[in-house]
């Protein structure tokens, strides 16, 4: 299991006893934004750094369409891999697996300092 996995499963644990019905949602939407928010933080990187260097990659409008699109794939991704049965395996193997509990505010805080991380990356190049 990856990191996604386990983190996946924090919060759905967390949020299963809460909202019964709306755990399985809560916890893929968190795993989208979080990955959306890494992609957003090395992608601004390597675009500070493909500037520092004077390489012309692509511009930046196009690097918004495909920031775009990449979030729209991550989604459906998610969505696709933690709704149906591949969830219920994944589920079964954490329950044999000691789980490590995550704080769910510390989980929350995770793409939120990303975010913040890119911003900062952004305005210093």
Known sequence: M??????FFSVFK?????KNKKANQLATIYISVLQCALLLLFGVFFAGFFKQMNMTTMSQDKAIV???LAGIFIFFKNWMQYAGRKRKVLN??????KSVGYSIFMLWLLPIACIGLAVVIYQAV
């Not at 990856?2 to 983190?7: M, Q, R, V, Y």
């Not at 967390?14 to 809460?18: E, P, R, V």
């Not at 079964?92 to 697996?97: D, G, I, R």
């Open 2 to 7: 990856t990191l996604f996995d386990t983190l």
């Open 14 to 18: 967390h949020y299963k006893d809460a």
């Open 66 to 68: 495909l920031f775009i």
């Open 92 to 97: 079964a193997k954490m329950l044999k697996k």
